[in-house]
């Protein structure tokens, strides 16, 4: 008598987040130094404490400007201002707090001279590099979840998706890595944690101011050039290449992702893919902003995490 395979769950199938980070003694030994001080407690209640007061204040502006009480339409304006000023808070606590975290996980190992007892240790390099960035992604994360209830009272005055609010989340999360392993890349890559920090914070800034002034620059600049060249409708394949390029600077810079993403889901219903005009083609689905992000910053994150393990693992001269 044949007995029928039983399915093997998913969670015993693979190894989940938390399983990696107790079987990692890096990711343990960090994790437990930084949580018995009172640096990171301190950390988190003035990050929820700023979050709040902000909230507030949001809320008593509507409260004095508003004469004759909440309509339908003032109360979803306030969801919406209190969406987003959350949403910008934990990406500035990001910014500011992620290049830092791992800026010096690796440098400062070569600093303290306890980088070559590691490295002779049984501990592989990519469980040293795997450690190190676990345990800043476990209170990057506290940070970011612990903020949830105060972004989830967007939803008691209406205006905000549950679709919104996972796509923010989702983008925040991939924001978070990608700043973490580039902070840990550049670690890596520099003996020093005052370089390699200043690295790190120079990557993060890039991306969130640098690449929207370089761009606005530029257009407007090049506006009479790009209206003469390739919205004069006699070069389709410039209008096309012109589109994907605008399209991609968008799509690397959260704050511009987002508000296209959120213009994407109002006015069309597209969470995903909406059909655009691209050139000949009426019809064409253009994915939203978001899914580009995503996938370009995950991408980026693959690299530098791969790049640090490869600088840890060889041998130095």
């Known amino acids: ?4 395979p039983v399915p093997v769950p998913l969670k015993t199938a693979r190894r989940s987040f938390w399983r990696s980070v107790r079987d990692n003694p890096v990711a343990v030994k960090e994790l437990r130094s930084r949580m018995r001080g009172n640096r990171a407690f301190i950390i988190l209640s003035v990050y929820l404490g700023l979050i709040s007061t902000l909230v507030g204040f949001v809320y008593f502006a509507f409260i004095t400007s508003s004469e004759t009480g909440f309509s339908p339409d003032t109360r979803q304006i306030m969801g919406k201002t209190i969406f987003g000023i959350v ?12 290049p830092g975290l791992t800026a010096g996980a690796i440098s400062t190992e070569r600093e303290r001279q306890t980088f070559d007892l590691l490295r002779t ?24 979840f612990a903020a949830l209830p105060l972004q989830s009272i967007a939803f008691l005055f209406g205006g905000v998706e549950l679709a919104e609010l996972l796509i923010s989340t989702l983008m925040l999360i991939v924001t978070t ?3 973490c392993c580039a902070g840990l890349f550049f670690s890596s890559i520099v003996k020093r944690t005052l ?21 606005l620059s530029m257009l407007t600049l090049l506006i009479p050039l790009i209206e003469q060249t390739v919205f004069n409708g006699s070069n389709e394949i410039a209008e096309v290449g012109f589109m994907v390029i605008a399209w991609l600077l968008v799509s690397v810079n959260p704050f511009l992702t987002a508000v296209v993403s959120e213009v994407f889901l109002i006015e069309e219903g597209a969470l995903f893919f909406s059909l655009q005009r691209v050139g000949p083609i ?19 994150s693959i690299i530098l995490y791969q790049f640090s393990v490869n600088t840890v693992t060889r041998k130095e001269v």
């Open 1 to 4: 008598m044949t007995q029928t």
């Open 87 to 98: 949403v910008l808070a934990q990406l500035g606590m990001i910014s500011f707090v992620a």
């Open 121 to 144: 240790t049984l501990l592989p390099g990519r469980a040293l590099v795997r450690g190190k960035l676990l345990s800043a992604l476990v209170y990057l994360f506290l940070l970011l």
């Open 177 to 179: 890595v990608s700043f």
């Open 195 to 215: 370089p390699s920090t200043v690295m790190a914070y120079a990557f993060s800034n890039m991306l969130l101011f640098g690449l929207p002034f370089m761009v």
């Open 282 to 300: 009426s019809n064409f689905p253009v994915p939203s902003p978001w899914l580009i992000y995503c996938t370009i910053f995950m991408g980026i």
